[in-house]
């Protein structure tokens, strides 16, 4: 009786600690103003996460935010102000999803791409969400931005922006007294005013280096790539042909090189398809690990039958033992069984998965689902948008 009462206790605390912290207009106004003052500075400085969570925000006060953000971005003077808008927007998309109206995530989609390259972004598209709303995030802005961000296109404003990063990190280096005179002792200067000069210069072109290096590293993200195969904007398949050349003459990470590939055959490339098909349809020994291998998430992307019968005809016989956690390892029959299950429709109701208490139970279910499969091959249905969870 004591541990229920205490029970309710703990859950009449926890509703009232959350209840507190739903926050309105004013707060949240206040509350950026107050960091913006904060980090107006011009040396690096960390940010705290505002947390939209139990937000009560209007649309219009939502959008009023939003112009709040852009001005951040706009803003020539501080860097710190960059890495904020970031994460304001980071913020804003993941911490109250349920409640953002399509406009709303199409603004924040907007302003997150036009920005994609300054400094302190933080990764707001997912293209293995199963949101069947997705595409409609991205407006025609959003997906000319994209085509831009394809081809790496670069401008001056997003060099000062991370030239005033560098700033901000470099307040301290190579410009001590010590470090300089150390360095113009070999030179035999003792000018005070030669040896500001010189370290004025030796600062200024070690941080454009650095702005210019970490500028040129910056590359579109995986999840952008797939994304356009599922938005169909074919008008890209010349940028994604020339790219996937260039990844693999120069032996990019295999997560790029593959997410060109996949957006091919999203956009009808059937050599791509044939690849996909012929070299990457193996579950790998440590399937959340290497890029290289077929993850299950992907017969989602591709919703193509195909794909799940070569799936099985690889993977269910391998006799592989296939990494799930750290310290955790399944049979790549359970595995392969694992992974389809979820995208068979019509599947009998005596092999419908519920929680099996052994290995030698988890065994025996998937060779009588992999029986029926290949029994039925000709009857079998697949959803791709179906609710039914992986087994493990």
């Not at 020539?76 to 349920?98: F, V």
């Not at 392969?336 to 065994?363: G, H, Q, R």
Request: proline share 2%; glycine share 2%; net charge negative.
């Amino acid at each position: 009786m004591k541990k229920i009462i205490l029970i309710c206790i703990c859950i009449g605390l926890y509703h009232s600690f959350y209840a507190q912290q739903k926050r309105d207009f004013a707060y949240f106004n206040n509350r950026i103003d107050s960091l913006i003052l904060d980090l107006s500075i011009g040396t690096y400085k960390d940010i705290n996460d505002v947390r939209f969570y139990n937000s009560i925000l209007n649309e219009n006060e939502k959008k009023k935010l939003i112009d709040k953000i852009e001005k951040l971005l706009r803003q020539k003077e501080y860097a710190n102000l960059y890495r904020l808008g970031h994460q304001l927007l980071y913020d804003m998309w993941w911490m109250s999803p349920d409640n953002n109206t399509l406009e709303i995530k199409q603004k924040i989609m907007e302003l997150y791409l036009q920005y994609y390259f300054y400094p302190g972004k933080d990764k707001i598209i997912n293209s293995y969400g199963y949101d069947k709303d997705r595409n409609f995030y991205f407006t025609k802005k959003s997906k000319q931005r994209i085509n831009e961000i394809l081809v790496d296109r670069k401008t001056e404003k997003e060099y000062d922006a991370w030239l005033n990063f560098e700033k901000s990190l470099r307040d301290n280096i190579l410009t001590s007294e010590y470090l300089t005179k150390l360095f113009l002792k070999k030179q035999e200067v003792q000018s005070d005013s030669i040896l500001q000069q010189i370290r004025d210069s030796i600062y200024t072109e070690y941080v454009s280096a650095e702005a210019k290096k970490n500028l040129e590293s910056l590359q579109i993200e995986p999840d952008i790539i797939r994304m356009i195969g599922l938005l169909d904007m074919k008008e890209c398949i010349p940028a994604l042909e020339q790219n996937l050349q260039f990844c693999i003459q120069n032996k990019c990470q295999e997560k790029q090189i593959k997410a060109y590939r996949y957006a091919l055959v999203k956009l009808g490339d059937k050599e791509q398809r044939k690849y996909i098909l012929d070299n990457l349809m193996d579950i790998g020994n440590n399937n959340y690990s290497d890029e290289k291998y077929f993850d299950r998430e992907d017969f989602s992307y591709f919703q193509d039958d195909e794909m799940i019968w070569r799936y099985i005809e690889v993977n269910y016989c391998s006799g592989k033992m296939i990494g799930i956690l750290s310290n955790v390892s399944i049979p790549s029959n359970f595995k392969t069984m694992n992974d389809v299950y979820p995208f068979i429709k019509n599947v009998p109701k005596e092999l419908i998965y519920t929680d099996l208490s052994n290995d030698k139970e988890e065994n025996q279910w998937s060779q009588s689902l992999y029986e029926w499969l290949m029994a039925n091959k000709d009857k079998v249905e697949f959803d791709y948008e179906g609710e039914k969870r992986f087994p493990w």
